[in-house]
């Protein structure tokens, strides 16, 4: 009798102990709809992230030109199969191996001239900002930008061929964005849309 009393009081504070741990939360993702901003504020780039066969990439998905730029631009300087692709719905951040929080061993084409480079990328414990790092040979040999996540409701402004190409879940009848990323408390970052 005392052995299954002693069995039930262990079991009873088991439960109990288990009860009191605190709840992990979900860790914040890179997939979904990110702006990088100029120095103004206002928006350069929409970059949406995608997960393909356990590694993650960066899709052109919304430019923001200035009156300067060319009408549809192109990668005319790039030197792989991205040559004179145009920039929108170009896949220009690939192999991006996540570890946590960040996101590793992959490279970013810089369509200007381009060069590709390592990169590096961490998105922060509230999933509302992205650093990214592209760098040649070493990290210590860098530049950081800081990207914003945009709300779901954004994804109904990009061009309906990125969003064919790289989120076919997301039919044109079913327009929801929540497919892009689990959700998260906090708030999302205002942003500037044009149209």
């Given at each position: 009798?005392?052995?299954?009393?002693?069995?039930?009081?262990?079991?009873?504070?088991?439960?109990?102990?288990?009860?009191?741990?605190?709840?992990?939360?979900?860790?914040?993702?890179?997939?979904?709809?990110?702006?990088?901003?100029?120095?103004?504020?206002?928006?350069?780039?929409?970059?949406?992230?995608?997960?393909?066969?356990?590694?993650?990439?960066?899709?052109?998905?919304?430019?923001?030109?200035?009156?300067?730029?060319?009408?549809?631009?192109?990668?005319?300087?790039?030197?792989?199969?991205?040559?004179?692709?145009?920039?929108?719905?170009?896949s220009f951040i690939r192999d991006?191996?996540?570890?946590?929080?960040?996101?590793?061993?992959?490279?970013?084409?810089?369509?200007?001239?381009?060069?590709?480079?390592?990169?590096?990328?961490?998105?922060?414990?509230?999933?509302?900002?992205?650093?990214?790092?592209?760098?040649?040979?070493?990290?210590?040999?860098?530049?950081?930008?800081?990207w914003y996540r945009l709300p779901?409701?954004?994804?109904?402004?990009?061009?309906?061929?990125?969003?064919?190409?790289?989120?076919?879940?997301?039919?044109?009848?079913?327009?929801?964005?929540?497919?892009?990323?689990?959700?998260?408390?906090?708030?999302?970052?205002?942003?500037?849309?044009?149209?």
């Amino acid at each position: 009798m005392k052995a299954k009393l002693a069995t039930l009081v262990l079991a009873a504070l088991a439960v109990l102990g288990a009860a009191t741990l605190p709840v992990q939360s979900a860790q914040p993702s890179l997939l979904g709809l990110w702006q990088k901003q100029g120095e103004d504020g206002r928006p350069i780039i929409w970059i949406l992230f995608v997960e393909r066969n356990g590694s993650y990439e960066g899709v052109m998905a919304k430019l923001f030109p200035r009156p300067q730029d060319p009408l549809n631009p192109t990668c005319a300087r790039c030197v792989d199969d991205r040559k004179d692709a145009p920039l929108l719905g170009l896949s220009f951040i690939r192999d991006m191996k996540q570890r946590g929080l960040d996101y590793e061993d992959g490279n970013i084409l810089d369509p200007r001239d381009g060069s590709v480079y390592r990169a590096v990328m961490t998105v922060s414990p509230d999933g509302q900002s992205l650093t990214v790092r592209g760098y040649v040979g070493i990290p210590l040999f860098g530049m950081n930008e800081v990207w914003y996540r945009l709300p779901d409701s954004a994804t109904e402004m990009l061009d309906p061929t990125v969003v064919a190409k790289y989120r076919a879940d997301l039919s044109s009848s079913d327009s929801s964005a929540s497919a892009l990323r689990p959700r998260t408390n906090a708030k999302p970052r205002p942003y500037a849309p044009q149209r």
